[in-house]
């Protein structure tokens, strides 16, 4: 799970990390309110989205003055902010984060995540932060420090320290730099963080440390034990058809360029079928895993969660029936059908438990289905009648 950036600074500030002062907005007046409880100019007002690359995308600006706050909040609210990171089509700015603008000496970049490779948890610090850090990553590697801390033994003073000489920080800014990091490490194992990300940290000119970005994900299979961050969740930046089948406990991933929809019991069964599909020359539109014990609701969701995307040409059924029984899958299927009426080629691959009732409501259905034998046989199929 993601989430934003004035979010995340408010888990930052509930564990002492330095940031800068500020609040999130909802419309001009409200920017405009804030900005006027500053105090101080100038104002950074910042688009909240689910991306990075803000800054560049035009989403973030710096006001002098009480005008240029309302003009720049006026403009950012409501634009399509396109970044590297939100693919061309941009995000729609719904929420403004409007904060003091500080006095930037130095723009360090920070992370902290977990590591699946070492089984660690892992620093990556780098004196080059800013808006380049990708640049960074890819051409001068060795500019990033990496700190791997065992989780059982925790995060010791000398983690800290070969950070900040990493940074090039000594005396205080070291002293503030080492606090700030212990910190943040306890942040990322207390709310099992996939990442956790503060690009730029800057050193301001009046030596404090202050992390002037902030990016959380969170594990999806952990959010479930921490009801606190479960309200950070913003569906206006999530997938609709994701957040669709979310709702009936639908494994659903949209992929971007395919034209085939799928429908399979079983993860790996799915990612089986996605690459025979693939295989046959076909390519796929979805990932749709509807579980072992799948029942005619969630498998009549799933389908329609597929027919209702414009760019699936073709749509593919493989099911295993174990729990999932045939006859029940194939109710699912002819209730959906009837519902939203079916305007392109279905292929359907289904075996094991009552098959041959499954198959006898298939056929008395009406429907125009095609039958495949097997799996491969369903994804020559699928690929064929995708084609054409
Ligand atoms: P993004 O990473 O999405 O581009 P950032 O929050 O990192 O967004 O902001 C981009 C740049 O804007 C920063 O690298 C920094 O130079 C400047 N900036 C952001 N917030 C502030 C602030 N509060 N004060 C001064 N400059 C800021
Ligand atoms: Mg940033």
Request: glycine residues 10%; aromatic residues 6%.
């Amino acid at each position: 799970m993601k989430i934003h950036e004035f979010q995340a600074k408010q888990l930052f500030q509930k564990y002492g990390v330095p940031i800068p002062r500020g609040k999130a907005a909802f419309s001009v007046a409200e920017a405009k309110q804030i900005g006027a409880e500053l105090g101080v100019f100038p104002v950074v007002v910042k688009a909240q989205i689910h991306a990075g690359g803000r800054g560049k995308g035009g989403g973030v600006k710096l006001a002098k003055n009480a005008a240029e706050v309302d003009q720049y909040a006026s403009s950012i609210l409501g634009m399509t902010l396109v970044t590297h990171q939100t693919g061309p089509e941009g995000k729609l700015v719904k929420k403004l984060l409007v904060e003091e603008g500080l006095p930037i000496e130095k723009e360090l970049y920070l992370s902290v995540l977990p590591d699946r490779g070492t089984a660690k948890i892992v620093f990556m610090a780098s004196e080059a932060g800013g808006m380049d850090i990708e640049k960074v990553a890819a051409e001068t590697p060795e500019k990033i420090v990496k700190v791997f801390i065992d989780p059982l033994i925790g995060m010791k003073g000398y983690h800290a320290n070969e950070l900040a000489f990493g940074l090039n920080l000594s005396g205080d800014l070291a002293k503030q730099f080492n606090a700030m990091a212990t910190k943040l490490y306890k942040l990322c194992v207390d709310y099992d963080c996939s990442l956790v990300e503060i690009n730029p940290l800057i050193l301001t000119k009046d030596g404090r440390v202050i992390a002037l970005d902030g990016k959380i994900n969170f594990d999806d299979n952990a959010v479930g034990r921490h009801k606190d961050i479960q309200e950070y969740r913003d569906l206006d930046e999530e997938d609709p058809s994701e957040v669709e089948a979310s709702k009936y406990e639908l494994n659903y991933i949209k992929m971007p360029s395919g034209n085939i929809g799928s429908m399979v019991n079983g993860a790996g069964l799915a990612m089986a079928t996605m690459d025979l599909i693939k295989q046959a020359g076909g390519d796929p539109a979805n990932f749709l895993d509807v579980g072992g014990g799948a029942s005619a609701e969630q498998v009549e969701a799933g389908f329609k969660i597929i027919l209702a995307d414009p760019t699936v040409k073709a749509v593919l059924i493989n099911i295993f029936g174990g729990i999932l029984r045939c006859d029940r899958l194939a109710n699912g299927v002819v209730e959906a059908a009837k519902k939203v009426g079916i305007q392109i080629p279905v292929v359907i691959r289904m075996e094991g438990t009552n098959v041959e009732e499954g198959r006898r409501i298939l056929n008395e259905s009406g429907l125009n289905l095609i039958t495949a034998k097997d799996v491969s046989d369903a994804a020559q199929k699928i690929a064929a009648v995708a084609k054409a």
